[in-house]
Every structure is written in C-alpha cells, then in structure tokens.
C-alpha cells in the first residue's frame, strides 16, 4: 500500500451539452443563458434531460436561467399541449372548440430523446404466495 497520486485527473468541464431536436450534440462554452441558445434555434425551447426523465414532460428553461456545467439540455419544438403549464390549464375541465381540435392533429410530434420511456410505465409484479410447510 503507497500514497501514490493517480495519473487520472477528473476536469471540471467548463462546457454543457446541447442535443437538437434532430439528434445532433452541440458542446456550448459556459457562461451562457437560455435565451442566448433559444435564439439561435427560433421556435424552440430548451429543456434539462433531467426533468424530462424525471416528469416525463417538458419543462422549458426561464430566458434568464444560465446553463451549468457538465450538464445535458434538449431544444424541443414548442408544443403548447405538452408544456406543463398547459397541461395544468386543460385538466381545468373547459371545452374546446372543433377549429383547435384540428390546429392539434397538423402539429408535428416530438422526437424521443434516447433512453426515455414515453407514457406511464408500470412494471410487472408477481403475486407470490406463501408456501406452508407442514411436519
């Protein structure tokens, strides 16, 4: 046993990660804010992957959020039916009339991002019963 240092350093990167909307990863130097990414992209937002594993929805960045290191980020097509504003908003029980119903259905899905489950996922449980042993 010595007290030997390793020759692996760990660097604290000074960059995030930025996936596209077609897949593409773009490494962004730090500091930078949201808006400076969402205007270079128009029609879109950025998201963290976190909260999209995490909700399972997307949860655009304020304008005014910095990105952190290290971290990785989604730009999504804005999509108001899928932002969790909206959602909180539709669940309020209001009708809707036919012309929106068919503004929804022209509207281009949103790319999975890989690794991520889409819709609820609930595992398969046995039911285990108990085994009596009798002497």
């Known amino acids: 046993m010595g007290n030997c240092?390793?020759?692996c350093?760990?660097?604290v990167s000074d960059m995030a990660k930025v996936i596209d909307a077609q897949g593409k990863l773009?490494?962004?130097?730090l500091p930078v804010k949201a808006a400076e990414i969402m205007l270079d992209?128009?029609?879109?937002?950025?998201?963290?992957v976190e909260e999209l594993k995490r909700t399972r929805c997307v949860v655009p960045m304020r304008a005014d959020d910095e990105l952190l290191a290290a971290k990785a980020y989604v730009l999504v097509p804005i999509?108001?039916?899928l932002l969790v504003a909206e959602r909180k908003r539709?669940?309020?029980g209001a009708k809707v009339l036919p012309e929106l119903r068919e503004e929804e259905?022209?509207?281009?899905p949103v790319l999975a991002v890989p690794g991520c489950r889409k819709g609820n996922y609930r595992p398969w449980t046995p039911v285990l019963e108990p085994i009596s042993e009798v002497l």
């Open 5 to 7: 240092t390793s020759s």
């Open 9 to 11: 350093f760990i660097q």
């Open 26 to 29: 773009k490494k962004v130097k």
């Open 41 to 48: 992209e128009p029609g879109r937002v950025i998201s963290p």
């Open 79 to 81: 999509q108001r039916k």
């Open 90 to 92: 539709a669940k309020s």
């Open 105 to 108: 259905r022209q509207v281009d």
